[in-house]
């Protein structure tokens, strides 16, 4: 017996490509591809990204161009909490790639953050993390690993950079995002907004 949407349209032209098409984005649907063709996503691939992105397709190589990598290609991670209440996450240089991996970290909220960084690079390295009164750095010489903790109170964009021979602006940038409500004392005078 044959139900549902298969039986019905199925053997038309139009319904057999589209299950076509469903199933080739079938593989996909365990991960964040899939993500990639929301309406709020795809309204960013305006001229000016797509432009930027195809600039850079041979500059991957960091001794042939000034620009290694895009800042962002390193991905996102989010910081898990311990029982203590500290958060960590564990951020990696890649060989030959002036990236960090992940080049996002995400904070549910604001608090201690604990950033285990390793250098897999054949390169010496540092970083440069930013915290709420400062900022903080440990040196990552070759195959070398170290650890930096960090206090982010207020939600907000942080960043963490390699400040050796402008790797930071090649690619070595990244953002650590803290989420939540900033606190009364430090909004802004204006009308309350509409939450989403």
């Known amino acids: 017996m044959r139900t549902g949407w298969t039986s ?60 290694a990598r895009l800042p962002g290609h390193g ?17 990696r240089a890649p060989k030959n790639q002036l990236i960090w991996e992940p080049s996002v970290i995400a904070m549910p909220h604001g608090g201690t953050l604990e950033i285990a960084f390793t250098n897999d690079d054949q390169v010496t390295h540092g970083a440069t993390v930013e915290r709420t009164d400062g900022e903080q750095v440990v040196w990552l010489p070759i195959h070398t690993a170290g650890r930096v903790r960090v206090r982010l109170d207020q939600p907000g964009l942080y960043k963490y950079t390699c400040p050796v021979a402008d790797h930071g602006w090649r690619g070595m940038l990244g953002l650590i995002v803290v989420r939540g409500d900033v606190p009364p004392a430090a909004r802004l005078d204006r009308p309350p907004q509409r939450r989403p």
């Open 8 to 67: 019905s349209r199925a053997t038309t032209p139009r319904g057999r490509v589209l299950l076509a098409a469903l199933a080739a984005l079938a593989p996909l649907g365990g991960c964040g591809y899939v993500k990639l063709l929301r309406p709020s996503v795809r309204n960013q691939l305006n001229p000016r990204v797509v432009a930027l992105v195809n600039e850079f397709p041979d500059v991957d190589h960091p001794n042939e161009a000034i620009i």
């Open 75 to 91: 991905g996102l991670a989010h910081a898990s909490v311990d029982a203590r209440g500290v958060m960590h996450t564990v951020v």
